[in-house]
């Protein structure tokens, strides 16, 4: 079996698990997208996950347990990374468009380059640090995924959202500390408990909005 089938068994079986469904292209996206990934991590560093599978699980699977829970269709995902969860969502979702923000360039360089060979329309990669970044509008959802503490996050990103936007932090175990933290300015609307497949761990998304 080839890296890409056994990526594609991984993905499929997540999906059934999940309980989503994407078309054959959105699966392809996805396995090119860890391909993708696997072979620029070699050069430039992009993520600690090595092997290509374990990718599928902690960064893809991982990434795809927040379907359910998207609501709205401007979306700005900070602190990305190598693009997550922001690319695989951006991938479930062509609908809805993804602003892909990180500070550094090798990371926006990648992901300039999966928009171009995985032909996404829905992407915008940006490179700037959170506090400078201003969008046309604001967004209707503001996504985190190992970023910065809420604390953190609700300071820096603050001027995203106006009253109605959303922040959504994508968490490992119940931060009952961060959540302790959270200013007066802002409260905590809801929480979930997510299950990943094969995943080994806690992963909670905590959701935020302004008073």
Same mark, same amino acid.
């Given at each position: ?52 599978? !374990?990718?599928? +699980? ?5 990434? &795809? $347990? ?6 709205? *269709?401007? %979306? ?81 990103? !603050?001027?995203? +959202? ?5 922040? &959504? $932090? ?6 009952? *500390?961060? %959540? ?32």
């Amino acid at each position: 079996m080839t890296i890409q089938q056994e990526l594609h068994t991984i993905l499929v079986s997540g999906l059934d698990a999940l309980s989503l469904e994407l078309s054959d292209k959105q699966q392809q996206q996805l396995v090119d997208y860890v391909l993708l990934m696997d072979k620029w991590n070699k050069a430039y560093n992009l993520t600690s996950v090595r092997d290509p599978k !374990q990718m599928m +699980v902690k960064h893809i699977l991982d990434s &795809l $347990a927040i379907v359910p829970f998207l609501d709205g *269709d401007n %979306i700005i995902d900070v602190g990305t990374g190598p693009g997550l969860p922001g690319m695989p969502l951006a991938i479930a979702f062509p609908d809805k468009s993804f602003t892909l923000l990180d500070s550094l360039g090798k990371r926006v360089r990648f992901m300039t380059q999966c928009v171009h060979t995985l032909g996404l329309t829905n992407v915008t990669p940006v490179q700037s640090r959170v506090e400078e970044h201003n969008g046309n509008t604001p967004y209707d959802i503001v996504l985190s995924r190992a970023f910065a503490s809420l604390k953190d996050m609700l300071h820096w990103c !603050q001027h995203l +959202v106006d009253s109605e936007g959303q922040f &959504l $932090a994508l968490k490992g175990q119940f931060p009952q *500390d961060e %959540i302790d933290e959270v200013s007066d300015h802002f409260h905590v609307s809801k929480t979930e408990n997510l299950t990943v497949p094969n995943l080994v761990g806690e992963r909670h998304l905590v959701w935020l909005k302004k008073k």
